[in-house]
């Protein structure tokens, strides 16, 4: 069992029973559920709108190169540089390359569960520079030394209380303060750093190909402040975030808001066609882009598993899982949790390592009812199972244990060759601790019920 599968298991079973943990997941998830049924009002007709953008996620992967082309051919005429990334490791490469060009101290970054794919914070700190979160919930988990727990809403764990007291640690700010003077008081700070910052850091919702323009969409406006106050910006993006078309917005802009916050749309929905212009009297000098692939391609090349990459990270999923309800997102180890973590983690961090993610699921289907664009997540969950169930190798051991089960578990005649007490035995020694300390294994009966009723014995 591979330390990843291991780490897993026992943090799962250790949040599980978390209460707090549980309280605060559930109050909060609950409020989504419910504004989100409110924003799906908007929609006429909600799973016609389903389907259409299925469609246009769909005609993107079917014809992604030419798709990607355009996009480039028109970004790099606009005034933007686009530089390709293979691997994590040279995006990371990339971006402080152009910091220390550029000659950069200071940097605030808008959320970007890219950037998080990169350890980005972790990198830039090592190299010394001044690196800032500005939405809220991240400058929240960064402030605590923590990652995002939630694609949409990093601070999802914490309760307002958990932040107060946070705040006063490190801040010494009035012990119980109201969630509106937390954010006030972060609004204040960061102000400062917004001006005199030499670079900002953002991601990407959509890259539209016809006109060669990067869509953020956020409610706090401090994505806009981050693209438009320094004099450089990298926006870092995977390359499955394309869509044809700036009409396709229309429909994805709003089905993003309802599935992401419950919203009829986001606050802030900002376009960036590149640097800017002569006639222009603010924005950055430098626009760069870094597509990234990080097994991306790879993913692109299999078959049905790449309709994962049709996701727009609304976090909808998350949301209804009953695994991502109750382990939270810190027990993946991933960025992407949830349904559509275990399906593309695998595929980005290393299939060996985290296939086992592909399993925390109980493929009850909610997760492809409520994805917006309609992929068939359990169905791929399914071909990831089969890919590790043929490609990962298993202890002799197991192996083993498996072929003798199953050989019995076919042939009713076989297990009636031994006695409960016998199974008891058996089961017992072969599964001890595996179900966790919470719960016991049931017990077999004295005899099977096939031999009472040839027995002619009452069978209750």
Same mark, same amino acid.
């Given at each position: 069992?591979?330390? #990843?599968?291991?780490?897993?298991?026992?943090?799962?079973?250790?949040?599980?029973?978390?209460?707090?943990?549980?309280?605060?997941?559930?109050?909060?998830?609950? #409020?989504?559920?419910?504004?989100?049924?409110?924003?799906?009002? /908007?929609?006429?007709? +909600?799973?016609?709108?389903?389907?259409?953008?299925?469609?246009?996620? =769909?005609?993107?992967?079917?014809?992604?190169?030419?798709?990607?082309?355009?996009?480039?051919?028109?970004?790099?005429?606009?005034?933007?540089?686009?530089?390709?990334?293979?691997?994590?490791?040279?995006?990371?490469?990339?971006?402080?390359?152009?910091?220390?060009?550029?000659?950069?101290?200071?940097? @605030?970054?808008?959320?970007?569960?890219?950037?998080?794919?990169?350890?980005?914070?972790?990198?830039?700190?090592?190299?010394?520079?001044? %690196?800032? !979160?500005?939405?809220?919930?991240?400058?929240?988990? /960064?402030?605590?030394?923590?990652?995002? +727990?939630?694609? $949409?809403?990093?601070?999802?764990?914490?309760?307002?209380?958990?932040?107060?007291?946070?705040?006063?640690?490190?801040?010494?700010?009035?012990?119980?303060?109201?969630?509106? +003077?937390?954010?006030?008081? @972060?609004?204040?700070?960061? #102000?400062? !750093?917004?001006? /005199?910052?030499?670079?900002?850091?953002?991601?990407?919702?959509?890259?539209?190909?016809?006109?060669?323009?990067?869509?953020?969409?956020? =409610?706090?406006?401090?994505?806009?402040?981050?693209?438009?106050?320094?004099?450089?910006?990298?926006?870092?993006?995977?390359?499955?975030?394309?869509?044809?078309?700036?009409?396709?917005?229309?429909?994805?802009?709003?089905?993003?808001?309802?599935?992401?916050?419950?919203?009829?749309?986001?606050?802030? %929905?900002?376009?960036?066609?590149?640097?800017?212009?002569?006639?222009?009297?603010?924005?950055? !000098?430098?626009?760069?882009?870094?597509?990234?692939?990080?097994?991306?391609?790879?993913?692109?090349?299999?078959?049905?598993?790449?309709?994962?990459?049709?996701?727009?990270?609304?976090?909808?999923?998350?949301? @209804?899982?009953?695994?991502?309800?109750?382990?939270?997102?810190?027990? +993946?180890?991933? &960025?992407?949790?949830?349904?559509?973590?275990?399906?593309?983690?695998?595929?980005?961090?290393?299939?060996?390592?985290?296939?086992?993610?592909?399993?925390?699921?109980?493929?009850?289907?909610?997760?492809?009812? $409520?994805?917006?664009?309609?992929? &068939?997540?359990?169905?791929?969950?399914?071909? =990831?199972?089969?890919?590790?169930?043929?490609?990962?190798?298993?202890?002799?051991?197991?192996?083993?244990?498996? =072929?003798?089960?199953?050989?019995?578990?076919?042939?009713? !005649?076989?297990?009636?060759?031994?006695?409960?007490?016998?199974? %008891?035995?058996?089961?017992?020694?072969?599964?001890?601790?595996?179900?966790?300390?919470?719960?016991?294994?049931?017990?077999?009966?004295?005899?099977?019920?096939?031999?009472?009723?040839?027995?002619?014995?009452?069978?209750?």
């Amino acid at each position: 069992m591979s330390r #990843r599968k291991k780490y897993f298991i026992k943090e799962s079973a250790k949040i599980s029973f978390d209460l707090k943990h549980r309280k605060t997941i559930r109050f909060n998830i609950g #409020r989504y559920l419910t504004a989100v049924e409110r924003g799906k009002t /908007q929609f006429a007709k +909600y799973q016609e709108a389903r389907e259409i953008a299925n469609g246009i996620k =769909n005609e993107v992967l079917s014809n992604f190169s030419d798709t990607l082309n355009q996009f480039e051919k028109n970004f790099t005429a606009n005034g933007g540089q686009i530089i390709y990334a293979a691997t994590k490791e040279e995006a990371v490469t990339e971006i402080l390359k152009i910091a220390k060009a550029e000659k950069v101290k200071t940097i @605030v970054k808008s959320k970007s569960i890219t950037t998080e794919e990169l350890r980005l914070n972790e990198v830039l700190e090592e190299e010394g520079y001044k %690196n800032y !979160e500005t939405d809220l919930g991240e400058f929240i988990v /960064q402030v605590a030394g923590e990652k995002p +727990y939630h694609i $949409v809403t990093p601070a999802m764990h914490k309760s307002k209380e958990d932040i107060a007291e946070l705040f006063t640690e490190k801040f010494d700010t009035p012990e119980n303060s109201s969630p509106e +003077y937390i954010t006030n008081f @972060v609004r204040e700070f960061l #102000r400062k !750093e917004f001006q /005199q910052a030499d670079l900002g850091i953002s991601g990407a919702n959509f890259l539209v190909a016809d006109k060669g323009a990067i869509s953020i969409t956020e =409610n706090e406006g401090n994505a806009l402040l981050s693209t438009s106050f320094p004099k450089v910006h990298i926006a870092i993006a995977g390359i499955e975030k394309l869509l044809p078309r700036m009409t396709d917005l229309g429909l994805l802009l709003p089905l993003l808001a309802t599935n992401g916050t419950g919203q009829l749309i986001s606050a802030y %929905n900002t376009m960036i066609f590149g640097p800017r212009r002569n006639d222009e009297m603010d924005g950055p !000098e430098k626009v760069f882009l870094i597509l990234l692939d990080n097994g991306r391609t790879e993913l692109y090349n299999k078959k049905y598993l790449n309709l994962s990459l049709a996701c727009i990270r609304c976090g909808a999923c998350l949301n @209804v899982c009953p695994i991502y309800q109750n382990i939270g997102g810190y027990t +993946y180890e991933t &960025p992407y949790t949830g349904p559509i973590g275990s399906i593309i983690s695998p595929h980005y961090e290393g299939f060996e390592e985290f296939n086992h993610l592909s399993f925390a699921s109980t493929l009850c289907g909610k997760c492809a009812e $409520v994805c917006p664009v309609k992929i &068939p997540l359990t169905d791929l969950l399914l071909y =990831n199972r089969d890919l590790a169930v043929r490609t990962t190798k298993t202890d002799k051991a197991w192996d083993i244990g498996i =072929n003798m089960m199953t050989n019995y578990l076919l042939s009713r !005649e076989k297990l009636d060759r031994f006695s409960g007490s016998f199974k %008891n035995i058996f089961a017992q020694s072969l599964l001890k601790n595996r179900l966790g300390k919470k719960k016991s294994f049931p017990r077999f009966a004295k005899r099977s019920f096939s031999s009472s009723v040839k027995r002619k014995e009452n069978v209750k």
